[in-house]
């Protein structure tokens, strides 16, 4: 940013400032502003550390044990604390919602980007920041009503999938009251869909636009262009995008544990209820006494998710870095 | 659509595949990529049109005066007035907080910042706080407000949460505002002798008010519908019978009190989610979530309609 204007210039040749100027209260009165942020930060996580270690400092839980399948909290004969049914919940759900939700959020991207007149993206663009701010709790509220009960009601039997010859081979228990996995994962795809679309669309518009018109003068189509240039330019935006919208639907807390059906099992089937991290947490904080296992175990659970989401930081600045580099 | 293995470098030197002139097989997939693109688009109306539409319909007969003026009751319809009341509090308390610490951070991020560590360790800390969980900053502060400092649930616990939580992008969006400003404007400024804070007071700050505000708006859209930094900072708790009179500000029962439990709109959807049992559950969560949507509404167009005829007053005159 430090470009040498011919007023930054000028301003070199001024007279020495007084001594008011040179302290320059203004300067630090922002910067104190903007350092804050890392205050906050640096704050956050010594707290949520120090609470997510109390697990193994204070309670005696090994490392190793919060990796057991099994959650059960308050058995009398040793109380046990896997957290692995809502770490594995949380990767699955996530896992799903982004594979519905990335396909659909790139070509909306593209759409915008490429196809739209300009009278479409005048109503489509709106429309995505309305997107963004309905509230979780509207989406979790809407899942209830309106998604639950088609789960439930549409595929409420065992889904087989049989060939003629080799007969079943494919089945699934149907959705038992509709709180599942797979509606966990709708909602989550639709909540993150602004996401990853809005930083597409921004990586697509990116790509200088002579590139587009050398291509299609070469005698492209426009689907050519797009599939054989736009993506591949394109690709580390993605997947910022990609890693954006995974960190949203994995630290989106309320409206998957509206529609997730809060069971501590590990996932096996799409239709089953799961509980993730996030959903847990929310249900189980208010039901719990400051310093017992059982809400230290929780804290533990926000530290991974802490992890989780500083792992993603550095792993969008990786991937931008080399688009940088490259 | 053959040899399509590694990515297109050089615009120059195509792959031969696409040097060819373009055969039907192609032209059909154009097509199809044409059809399924604005398929995407027309979906994404679909779903919004069909939302709104649902809780148009949902709330038709739900949401009227008496729904929005009277208190939340347990056996008859009853009415949203303290939680909406709450959610307006929490907004405008957030916003008294966020909008002077976010505008000051994007002045310097705009005006000051140079190209060195804790540039970067400011931005690492942006991208950190945007990307933790909403309700993983509820529970810190949950610990440092709550529980360490003693205040128990409270309005103020959640306004700071909430500051936290939205500090960030109110940084940036001012920052992004105040970098609209055009260079030569600074230039011209200086040059007539202003110093660099007259610069950005004076003459930065006002061109920049336009993008300014559309930014408080935005934040503002997110912190009215936040619910989880809330549950556990202001509490999840029935409201009482506020008393509007009562402005004595250090007595927890008055309702202009930063010091007493704020259950917020957003909060109350999720308490009647999670714990309510009366009959008309389900019609109070959807007049409330309406009300909710209508005002998310308002915040977007209100941003927009703003910003714009700021930018025309301020550039015309």
Redesign the interface.
């Known amino acids: 940013m430090a470009q040498m204007t011919t007023a930054n210039r000028l301003t070199g040749l001024r007279a020495r400032p007084g001594l008011l100027e040179r302290i320059d209260v203004p300067r630090r009165v922002v910067f104190l502003a903007a350092v804050s942020m890392i205050a906050i930060v640096a704050l956050l996580m010594a707290f949520i550390a120090w609470q997510g270690i109390q697990l193994f400092v204070k309670d005696g839980v090994s490392v190793g044990e919060i990796f057991s399948p099994t959650w059960n909290p308050l058995a009398n004969a040793g109380p046990e604390f896997g957290l692995l049914p809502f770490i594995a919940a949380t990767v699955c759900v996530t896992a799903v919602a982004l594979l519905i939700s990335t396909p659909l959020s790139v070509g909306l991207a593209l759409f915008l980007s490429e196809v739209a007149p300009n009278w479409a993206k005048a109503v489509v663009q709106p429309s995505l920041e309305i997107f963004v701010g309905i509230p979780s709790v509207v989406w979790g509220w809407l899942g209830i009503t309106v998604l639950v009960p088609f789960l439930a009601d549409t595929f409420s039997g065992p889904i087989v999938i049989s060939l003629p010859i080799a007969g079943p081979v494919f089945s699934m228990p149907g959705f038992l009251t509709g709180f599942s996995w797979m509606a966990g994962s709708l909602v989550l795809s639709i909540m993150v869909l602004p996401t990853i679309t809005s930083v597409s669309y921004d990586a697509f518009r990116a790509v200088p636009q002579e590139l587009r018109t050398g291509s299609l003068a070469l005698g492209t189509t426009r689907w050519q262009m797009i599939r054989h240039l736009l993506l591949p330019s394109a690709l580390s935006g993605v997947l910022t995008a990609v890693v954006l919208g995974m960190t949203r639907a994995a630290g989106e807390a309320l409206a998957v544990q509206m529609v997730i059906g809060n069971s501590p099992t590990m996932p096996a089937a799409i239709t089953q209820p799961l509980t993730t991290l996030t959903s847990q947490i929310t249900l189980d904080m208010g039901n719990t006494v400051f310093g017992e296992p059982w809400q230290d175990a929780l804290w533990t659970m926000s530290l991974v998710l802490l992890i989780i989401s500083i792992t993603s930081v550095v792993l969008v600045r990786l991937i931008n870095k080399r688009r940088l580099a490259s | ?1 053959t040899a ?1 293995s590694g ?2 470098g050089r ?2 030197a ?2 031969p595949s ?5 055969s039907r097989g ?2 059909l ?2 097509r ?3 059809v ?6 027309v ?3 679909l ?2 049109g069909s ?1 709104i539409l ?1 809780f148009a319909l ?1 709330a038709w007969g739900v949401v009227s005066p008496s729904f929005i003026l009277s208190d939340p009751s347990e056996t008859t319809l009853g009415g949203i007035l303290p939680v909406l009341w709450n959610s307006i509090y929490m907004l405008v308390l957030t916003m008294l907080i966020a909008v ?3 505008v ?2 994007g ?3 705009s ?5 060195n560590a ?1 540039t970067s ?2 931005r ?6 945007s ?7 509820g ?2 502060g ?3 407000f709550v ?1 360490d400092a003693h205040w128990g649930f409270t309005a103020l616990a959640g306004a700071l949460a909430l500051t ?1 939580f939205n ?2 992008l109110m ?1 940036r969006l001012s920052e992004q505002a105040l970098r609209a400003v055009p ?1 030569e404007e ?3 400024s ?2 007539l ?1 202003a ?3 007259q610069t ?1 007071r004076h003459v930065v700050v006002p061109l920049a008010i336009p993008g300014l505000i559309t930014g408080v708006i935005l934040t503002a ?2 912190v ?5 930094v809330l ?2 900072t202001s509490g ?1 708790g029935t409201p009482p019978h506020y008393n509007f009179t009562n402005f004595d500000l250090l007595n927890p029962a008055s309702p202009w009190s930063p010091f007493r439990p704020a259950t917020t709109l ?2 109350y ?2 308490k009647l ?2 714990e309510g049992l009366g009959a008309f559950k ?1 019609q109070i ?2 007049g409330s ?1 309406a009300v ?2 209508s005002m ?2 308002l ?2 167009l209100g941003a ?1 309609g703003i910003g714009r005829i700021l930018t025309r007053r301020l550039t015309a005159s």
Do not use: C
């Open positions: 659509m399509t990515s297109f615009p120059m195509p792959k696409l040097r060819r002139k373009s192609s032209i997939a154009d199809a990529a044409t399924v693109l604005w398929g995407t688009g979906l994404v109306l779903i919004l939302i649902h949902a002077p610490v976010g000051l951070g002045i310097y991020m005006e000051y910042a140079s190209e804790v360790a400011i690492f800390a942006e991208e950190a706080i990307s933790v969980p909403s309700i993983v900053v529970l810190f949950l610990i440092l529980d936290f500090l960030p940084t260079q600074r230039s011209a200086l040059a002798g110093t660099k804070w950005i859209g997110r009215f519908g936040e619910a989880a549950l556990f999840i957003s909060v959807i999720y989610n999670s389900n969560v959807d979530a909710l949507i998310v509404l915040f977007n927009r």
